[in-house]
């Protein structure tokens, strides 16, 4: 079985912090990890992922992540929030080594909120 | 590319009524999936199709609910008789089945309200 927690329902932060989203996750064999934004009346838009390599992905609108095995976690991160920045945030997964299709398990979502 | 299509954009009925929900997933992409989105419980998976073919039904909350998908370009979510609980934000979404490190495209969804 895979699973994904997000902690935090609520992120806050003030315009040019950084910020962080937090995400780990559990797989029997070898994940693949996304992240997805949704924005309001909007469904849900890939952001970034990783498959293999190195650590540190990079992704659009200045995201980036880092994959920590020794963790299973796998946080989203930017430098300098922006107001626009303001939205649901979802961490999904999914086994590597899954034959039962490419089914991906979603967090629960985190809504970050960036103040002037 | 236009992306996942989903119509309506918004449907409003009463209860007891039946409601048609349609998708048309990006072109070439042969999986197939329906979310339901609400406050109390988050985004669930009900349903997903591999090559026109329902693979893993077991989201699907009750017998009311029904999924097809008679060809790769169409599938539709039924609802009937339809309850106020059924009220959420249903999305669509699509990838290729073969190809597990692409991520899926989503619908910008349908908002049902049921009364």
């Known amino acids: 079985a895979q699973s994904v927690a997000q902690p935090e329902d609520q992120v806050n932060v003030a315009e040019g912090n950084p910020l962080t989203v937090k995400c780990t996750y559990s797989?029997?064999?070898?994940?693949?990890l996304f992240w997805y934004v949704q924005y309001p009346n909007r469904g849900l838009q890939f952001l970034l992922k990783?498959?293999?390599?190195?650590?540190l992905v990079k992704g659009s609108y200045g995201f980036e992540a880092e994959f920590n095995k020794s963790q299973t976690s796998f946080h989203l991160k930017k430098p300098s929030a922006l107001v626009s920045d303001s939205a649901l945030y979802f961490c999904?997964?999914?086994?590597?080594?899954?034959?039962?299709?490419?089914?991906?398990?979603f967090g629960g979502g985190t809504r970050l909120m960036v103040k002037p | 590319d236009a992306g996942v299509i989903q119509s309506p954009r918004h449907e409003v009925t009463e209860m007891g009524q039946e409601v048609t929900l349609r998708c048309k997933p990006i072109?070439?992409?042969?999986?197939l999936f329906w979310y339901r989105q609400t406050m109390m419980r988050g985004l669930e998976l009900l349903i997903y199709?591999?090559?026109?073919?329902?693979?893993?039904d077991s989201g699907m909350p009750e017998d009311r609910f029904s999924a097809k998908m008679p060809n790769a370009s169409f599938s539709t979510l039924k609802i009937q008789p339809s309850e106020p609980r059924d009220s959420a934000v249903y999305f669509c979404?699509?990838?290729?089945?073969?190809?597990?490190?692409?991520?899926?495209?989503f619908g910008n969804g349908t908002r049902l309200t049921v009364t």
């Open positions: 979404a699509s990838s290729f089945r073969q190809a597990r490190r692409s991520p899926l495209h």
């Open positions: 797989v029997s064999g070898n994940p693949y």
């Open positions: 990783y498959i293999t390599g190195d650590n």
């Open positions: 999904a997964v999914r086994d590597m080594n899954n034959n039962a299709g490419n089914m991906l398990t």
């Open positions: 072109s070439g992409h042969n999986s």
């Open positions: 199709f591999n090559n026109n073919v329902p693979i893993d």
